[in-house]
């Protein structure tokens, strides 16, 4: 058995509440190292920037600072979301059409805060959690459609979930965009933004240097408050979120990995 798997079963068997406090305390530490000795500050840049988001609240936690920073300088800022939302832990008592739309309203209010308009935010409404099981079809069809959106903005900039971002359709979203681009022709500055990365990656000793290399932060104090209001438009994902995991998010740097195109 491999140590990565021996200690994913060994997380199984630690009560949840001692699991959450752990995983806290190794995602503040890791962030904290990479901030202070593992990055170096990325500077502010008038490009212009797509984010591809799976769910409707990813690129306010991993991006929400540069989408205000970048939108406070009128720089163009388009955001894509690839999932419908349908499958987060909101109410039983909504239905899952109810539910999609509860997260569209919030996707937008949300933006609108950061300072992007409704007309800049495109939904691809790809059921939720089956990103990486698309069969070839609904794949080549869904890098058609990212392709498609790359053409026609034409951005500097390309934000993605991270590559190994623990979660399926995080990493997914970062495959399909990655082939969008290579299919577009295009050249952009790719950049990875960290969602679940320091919280589920198992322990330090697993993580490979590699993965967490050529790290940036960039400081978003002067935006920190305009984060945390659009963070709280999210009301149907903040109590389904792990204890700790959005105070992580209301910090005044973001981290981003960058990666060839
Ligand atoms: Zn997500």
Same mark, same amino acid.
């Given at each position: 058995m491999s140590i990565k798997i021996y200690l994913q079963r060994l997380q199984k068997l630690i009560p949840h509440t001692w699991l959450e406090q752990i995983q806290d305390i190794h995602s503040s530490l890791l962030f904290r190292w990479i901030v202070r000795k593992g990055s170096q500050p990325i500077a502010f840049t008038q490009k212009s920037a797509m984010v591809f988001s799976p769910h409707q609240d990813d690129e306010t936690f991993g991006c929400g600072g540069m989408i205000a920073l970048k939108r406070e300088h009128n720089i163009p800022v388009i955001v894509a979301f690839l999932t419908d939302g349908q499958g987060a832990g909101t109410s039983e008592v909504n239905t899952? #059409?109810?539910?999609?739309?509860?997260?569209k309203q919030e996707a937008v209010k949300a933006l609108e805060i950061l300072g992007v308009k409704s007309s800049e935010i495109h939904f691809l409404e790809?059921? #939720?959690g089956t990103l990486p099981y698309l069969d070839e079809r609904e794949r080549e069809q869904t890098i058609i459609q990212v392709a498609a959106l790359l053409k026609q903005y034409q951005p +500097? +900039? =390309?934000? =993605?979930?991270?590559r190994k971002d623990c979660h399926r359709d995080h990493e997914a979203t970062y495959q399909l965009v990655k082939a969008a681009i290579a299919q577009a022709g295009i050249t952009v500055d790719l950049l990875q933004y960290p969602i679940w990365l320091f919280w589920r990656a198992p322990l330090f000793i697993l993580l490979k240097l590699q993965d967490i290399a050529a790290a940036y932060y960039l400081s978003i104090a002067s935006v920190q408050d305009k984060k945390t209001q659009a963070i709280s438009s999210y009301c149907s994902q903040i109590e389904s979120l792990p204890r700790g995991f959005i105070q992580r998010f209301s910090s005044s740097h973001e981290i981003f990995f960058k990666s060839d195109s």
């Open positions: 899952p #059409d109810k539910i999609i739309q509860i997260r790809k059921p #939720d +500097e +900039e =390309v934000y =993605v979930p991270h």
